[in-house]
């Protein structure tokens, strides 16, 4: 999974995210068109795109200049904030009241809405690979479902395409998140667990950024390589990922495969 600028001035530390918008179409076909060349003819390409309320085209103009290069195969809606109401929950929710859960940046507007989501586009060679969906699987919430139905004899079912992920709580955004876009590790698992974890092997983020992909992978012993323009992003991304394969390791009480000493952070060049 991979999270590539997404042209809104966003100020990055380095990366002037402010480029004519038919060039950074252009520049979007073209690093696509590189990552397609390394792609399996069944792997996966999972991209988030953000946009604004005043510009919501941003993120379907992205998915559009993938199009000569990658199938659509699916559309993935990452929910970061929801409100729900006690009534509609039903009572095998148990509230006791209206819900509202998670994280957004409200905005001052009598014309826009509250941005709650982002797209996650699956894209795929040819739009026919497989995918492990149950893995992501949820409970039926009527028995009986799983009487009536030979796809529901695991008890769990498709879990969909709208994926409430919020992200974590923080005290400090410059010390916890010191990046200005950054997405949960979370996300990018429930993508590798989509795709099939047993078929995977090599992930690759072109665009590491504090490395929410590469824990992700440490987590579930995917190998992985990544690259950032920005050596402060990218020395914090190995830091996370090395504390990601040492929770991993302390789990399974086992070494961790590789030593602190051997990691070490490439940076990509600007082109």
Avoid at 71 to 82: G, R, T
Avoid at 169 to 184: C, E, G, L, V
Wanted: contains cysteine; hydrophobic residues 40%.
């Amino acid at each position: 999974m991979t999270s590539p600028p997404y042209n809104l001035g966003i100020r990055y530390n380095r990366y002037q995210d402010t480029l004519p918008q038919a060039d950074y179409l252009e520049w979007t076909s073209t690093w696509v068109a590189a990552a397609t060349r390394v792609l399996r003819p069944d792997g996966s390409l999972f991209l988030n795109v953000g946009a604004k309320p005043s510009d919501p085209w941003t993120a379907l103009d992205v998915a559009q200049a993938v199009r000569s290069h990658l199938k659509l195969q699916n559309i993935i809606h990452w929910i970061k904030s929801i409100a729900i109401e006690r009534e509609l929950a039903g009572k095998n929710a148990g509230l006791e009241r209206d819900l509202a859960v998670g994280h957004y940046k409200p905005i001052n507007s009598d014309r826009f809405l509250n941005d709650c989501h982002e797209f996650v586009f699956h894209f795929t060679p040819t739009g026919t690979t497989e995918l492990d969906r149950l893995a992501l699987g949820v409970p039926y919430q009527d028995p009986t479902n799983i009487a009536r139905w030979s796809a529901a004899a695991d008890g769990v079912r498709c879990r969909g395409n709208t994926w409430f992920i919020p992200y974590e709580t923080i005290q400090r955004r410059d010390r916890d998140r010191p990046h200005p876009a950054t997405f949960p590790s979370r996300l990018a698992e429930q993508c590798l667990k989509l795709h099939g974890l047993s078929r995977i092997e090599l992930v690759m983020d072109p665009f590491t950024g504090l490395g929410s992909t590469a824990v992700a992978c440490a987590r579930h012993d995917v190998s992985f390589v990544g690259s950032d323009i920005d050596e402060t992003y990218l020395a914090e991304a190995v830091e996370r990922t090395w504390n990601a394969a040492l929770d991993r390791a302390a789990a399974d009480k086992r070494p961790a495969k590789a030593r602190r000493g051997e990691s070490r952070a490439e940076k990509a060049t600007a082109s």
